[in-house]
């Protein structure tokens, strides 16, 4: 092996992969899919919703913010884990109001497509209804906070690729949500809709003005394939 | 052997999941040979007078009618089958979850755009009393399966029942699988 290569295992399958990448990253590249929600390639990790969450060397932690070691041997896709992420999927379905049929990113939406991805029908959970405003300030950008889920994706670009730091959050706990750094709302910010921070979230928190339908229902993203299908498509076939 | 039997029912939904079990075309002359339809508005039988084998749930509960119903079909269905957005998490109506009953009823009959002349809220005896919130069915009775959709396809309406009928669990496969 060269200089700086290092090899673990995931479910069994022996991966290479450089020093300094992020277990999540180096799953990527190699075409295995660890389910993930708050992780954005583009954008630094944060580890916020744990769905990314393996079982490595056995202790659970989430591959987004684990670095690779040489040897560790990792479970990923796992009855027990799955099950952990389904819960945490569910739960995030009843803290905000998702309502799939009348909503503009079904079809494209990560939370939905993770939903269908690991088999959720319902969540059970007794749902919150949470009423948070809406922010329509925005002449191209429409803020729907009772669709965010708290991934913090918005808040990392704006800060880094956009250099803006336009959102943050504000309130602790159940109470934390999305606070827009302006007092008119989102319109009396710097913020414009071709910022990185406007195309990174995963659900409809965020959504671009006159641009909802462009691509009808049906024919989205996740309708046909399941989420994570373009990752493991990169896996090369095992020598047989 | 008798056919196993079949209640549907309709809480506050729009029909549409109804419509969609219509939509399995041809079909309905195999699901006619494979089920007995019981108490359903597809036969306008009004009551329970006998054991069921499967309850179709379709609609959330936003008043004392809707809850009443839903118990009496957990009472004679041996296996009971959320159906759709509304029965799932309330759906639609379920947009009046985020204001107060009070807020809501007030917007609609008292002080609306659309509301010229004053109206009243109404509050005639015979009228079920609304709850404060619209419930999925499962907050109201224990539920066995769930079918997603807004509505559920033909498809994966059929494919539930087929299920069901031949003694499995519904597991539907990727594209069937929806919440919209």
Same mark, same amino acid.
């Given at each position: 092996m060269p200089l700086g290569t290092l090899q673990f295992t995931i479910d069994g399958i022996t991966v290479q992969t450089q020093e300094g990448q992020s277990l999540i990253a180096a799953c990527d590249a190699a075409g295995l899919y660890i389910p993930r929600l708050c992780y954005h390639p583009d954008l630094r990790p944060a580890?916020? !919703?744990?769905? !990314?969450?393996c079982r490595i060397d056995g202790h659970q932690a989430a591959a987004c913010v684990t670095p690779v070691r040489d040897g560790m041997v990792v479970e990923n896709d796992t009855p027990q884990l799955n099950a952990d992420r389904l819960a945490l999927i569910e739960m995030m379905f009843v803290e905000g109001n998702h309502p799939c049929p009348y909503c503009v990113a079904s079809g494209d939406c990560e939370l939905q497509a993770l939903g269908y991805r690991l088999g959720m029908t319902a969540p059970v959970y007794p749902f919150f209804w949470p009423r948070h405003e809406i922010d329509a300030s925005h002449p191209d950008i429409f803020l729907d906070r009772e669709r965010c889920i708290a991934c913090s994706r918005c808040i990392e670009a704006s800060r880094m690729p956009d250099g803006k730091s336009v959102f943050s959050y504000e309130g602790r706990g159940i109470a934390m949500h999305l606070h827009v750094d302006g007092w008119g709302g989102l319109g009396a910010t710097q913020m414009a809709a071709i910022d990185k921070a406007a195309h990174v979230c995963p659900v409809a928190c965020i959504v671009i003005r006159r641009d909802g339908y462009r691509i009808p229902n049906g024919q989205r993203r996740f309708d046909k394939t399941p989420i994570g299908t373009d990752i493991e498509a990169r896996r090369k076939a095992p020598p047989s | 052997m008798t056919r196993p039997r079949l209640a549907t029912c309709s809480l506050t939904g729009c029909f549409g999941c109804h419509m969609s079990l219509l939509d399995i075309d041809e079909r309905l002359l195999d699901l006619a040979d494979l089920v007995e339809l019981d108490r359903s508005p597809f036969d306008d039988?009004?009551?329970?007078d006998r054991p069921v084998d499967i309850g179709f749930i379709e609609g959330g509960c936003s008043n004392t009618h809707n809850v009443h119903v839903l118990r009496q079909f957990r009472t004679h269905c041996r296996t009971l089958v959320s159906v759709g957005a509304c029965a799932l998490y309330g759906g639609v109506p379920a947009m009046r979850n985020v204001v107060t009953l009070r807020a809501c009823l007030e917007e609609a009959y008292?002080?609306?755009?659309?509301?010229?002349?004053g109206g009243h809220i109404p509050d005639d005896p015979e009228l079920p009393l609304l709850l404060d919130r619209v419930y999925p069915a499962h907050d109201i009775v224990r539920i066995d399966h769930f079918l997603p959709g807004c509505p559920p396809s033909a498809d994966a309406i059929w494919e539930t029942l087929r299920a069901l009928l031949t003694g499995q669990a519904p597991d539907l496969p990727y594209p069937l699988l929806k919440y919209e």
């Open positions: 580890g916020n !919703c744990r769905v !990314c969450t | 039988k009004k009551r329970f008292q002080n609306g755009p659309t509301v010229t002349c």
